[in-house]
């Protein structure tokens, strides 16, 4: 029986990310959560110059101030009664695959809209991938304070394009230079808005009641509007139903601005009370529960040179189960061995701070000297893995070659690294010295290049390559396996962790040979078991 102080750490938990297309206001969101949590005296400070769009120069701006905004990859702060993780993506999506599995280590997600625009196309597929795992998803209409699209016109549009039922908490009052506040439904009271207090947490300006007459008296003819609407909306949308929110299919809808810095507390407020705590997770054997008092946690993103100082590697690492204390022995399932990990990495306030104790629901960073993968299992001695963490096939290839050629054993080691990130893959042929890049998106090209020359002073340049697919190639029979070896040797690659795949020039050459070799299994993906 687990004791009721390692319960309550559990269920004072909330792990969340955000998700939203491209300028519908995440960072800017980001900062404002961060200023509740008092992590960021003044908000703003998050990230440098920022635009969903960056062109791959801005990028590498961006990547300059990379100790700022790498930091901010995993956000701890404490919330009402709450201690909240914000697990931060990638907006680009070059990166994708990344967020994807980042998206697998939260228990909920905040959906971003602008009200403006709407639905766009990025939510919907990030919407997607929160559906494989059913997330509770909480919705923020964001840009109150520009002229938006009729709200109830946006609740339907979610509903009809993301297929989830909205529950409205809040209802905007106006918009643009007439937007005067919120409605709280469920605590039946407005709230004002107040322009040019972005930076600070404005003090709460109330009216109880939409049928109180000092309503009228301050806002006029928007009082009766808003009786108005709130019948229609009654009428139109659902009521908050927790259980079908737990479900997925019902997401509580808030209003407000994001840069106003209004409305975002509303959210935080029904983050705490309504998302779940950390939430149990399906592995290889079992269920596991996270009140079990066995350690475990997965590996869903690895980060190298995240401080330019410390030129090291860190492995994130959700905790599903258990307590991690300062010291402690792990089993790296993956490995089959015992490490010891005399000090893991929490990132409170930006901050890398040694943690002395973590619980489920948590981040830690694990230094990671190369033994560590995307998807490994940490477990306190039981062999099961994690399921569910993607590892996606490259699409694209290129040959990459040294400039200067005495620094091939360099290159090598940058390429490894940066492929444990998941982003690139590195693949070294069998009988020839060409190294392999394949990457999900043609950006990642040029961020590798441009890191292999800051972060391992190696100047290197891409060839085109004969290369329009890969599939990493198992086999239980041991001699196929040999024979498959001999005759398919020009095609086949060693990848970063050693693992056999299959470089096809072709699809045709694909199928071809897959049919020639039945007893041999490809596989898009890595598997990480
Ligand atoms: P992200 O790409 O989703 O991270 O979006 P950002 O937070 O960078 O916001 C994109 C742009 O929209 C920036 O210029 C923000 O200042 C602006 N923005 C964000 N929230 C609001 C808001 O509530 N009102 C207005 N008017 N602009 C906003």
């Known amino acids: 029986m687990a004791n009721q102080d390692f319960l309550n750490e559990i269920n ?3 792990t969340f990310a955000i998700i939203s297309h491209p300028d519908a206001g995440k960072t800017t969101i980001t900062e404002k959560v961060l200023l509740f949590g008092q992590l960021i005296q003044k908000a703003g400070t998050v990230k440098g110059k920022k635009s969903g769009q960056y062109a791959t120069s801005d990028w590498m701006e961006m990547e300059k101030e990379r100790g700022i905004s790498v930091t901010t990859s995993v956000m701890q702060f404490p919330y009402a009664d709450c201690l909240v993780n914000l697990l931060d993506t990638p907006g680009h999506e070059d990166f994708s695959e990344d967020t994807y599995r980042t998206l697998t280590a939260v228990d909920s997600c905040l959906m971003v809209i602008d009200g403006a625009k709407g639905v766009e196309e990025r939510t919907i597929k990030l919407m997607e991938v929160t559906r494989l795992r059913d997330t509770p998803i909480i919705t923020f209409m964001n840009k109150m304070d520009r002229d938006i699209r009729d709200p109830i016109d946006l609740l339907d549009e979610v509903e009809s394009v993301l297929k989830i039922a909205c529950a409205p908490i809040t209802w905007p009052i106006g918009s643009g230079k007439e937007f005067k506040g919120i409605y709280h439904i469920l605590r039946d009271e407005v ?15 109330i009216i109880k009641g939409i049928n109180n007459p000092e309503l009228d008296a301050r806002i006029g003819y928007f009082a009766a509007d808003l009786r108005e609407q709130m019948e229609l909306v009654q009428g139109a949308s659902h009521e908050f139903d927790r259980e079908a929110f737990l479900k997925g299919e019902l997401t509580p809808v808030f209003f407000g601005t994001a840069l106003g810095n209004f409305g975002v507390d509303h959210m935080l407020d029904g983050l705490t009370e309504w998302a779940p705590a950390p939430q149990h997770r399906a592995t290889t054997g079992r269920t596991v529960e996270p009140t079990e008092e066995g350690f475990s946690g997965f590996v869903f993103k690895i980060q190298a040179n995240m401080d330019p100082k410390h030129r090291d590697r860190v492995a994130f690492l959700r905790i599903c189960s258990g307590k991690y204390e300062k010291g402690m022995k792990m089993h790296h399932v993956r490995i089959g061995k015992d490490v010891l990990v005399p000090h893991a990495l929490t990132f409170l306030a ?26 490994d299992t940490f477990s306190s001695g039981e062999k099961f893995t994690f399921t569910g963490i993607p590892n996606f096939a490259p699409e694209l290839f290129r040959r990459i070659r040294l400039r200067d050629p005495l620094k091939q054993k360099q290159l090598l080691k940058g390429l490894v690294q940066l492929a444990e990130e998941g982003a690139v893959q590195v693949f070294r042929p069998l009988d020839n010295n060409d190294l392999i890049v394949g990457a999900v998106g043609v950006l990642q090209f040029d961020v590798v290049v441009h890191r292999l020359k800051s972060e391992y002073n190696v100047d290197a340049i891409y060839e085109s390559v004969n290369v329009s697919t890969a599939r990493w190639v198992y086999s239980e029979d041991g001699k196929a396996l040999e024979e498959f070896k001999n005759k398919a040797s020009t095609n086949l690659a060693l990848d970063g962790g050693d693992n056999l795949s299959y470089l096809a020039p072709t699809m045709v050459n694909l199928n071809l040979a897959m049919e020639r070799h039945p007893k041999i299994r490809f596989h898009k993906t890595r598997e990480h078991a």
């Open 12 to 14: 004072s938990r909330r």
């Open 191 to 205: 709230i004002f808005y107040k322009s040019g207090m972005g930076h600070t947490i404005q003090d709460v300006d």
């Open 350 to 375: 930006g901050d890398r701070e040694h943690v002395e104790e973590a619980f489920p629901g948590d981040i830690i960073g694990l230094h990671n000297h190369g033994t560590i993968q995307i998807g």
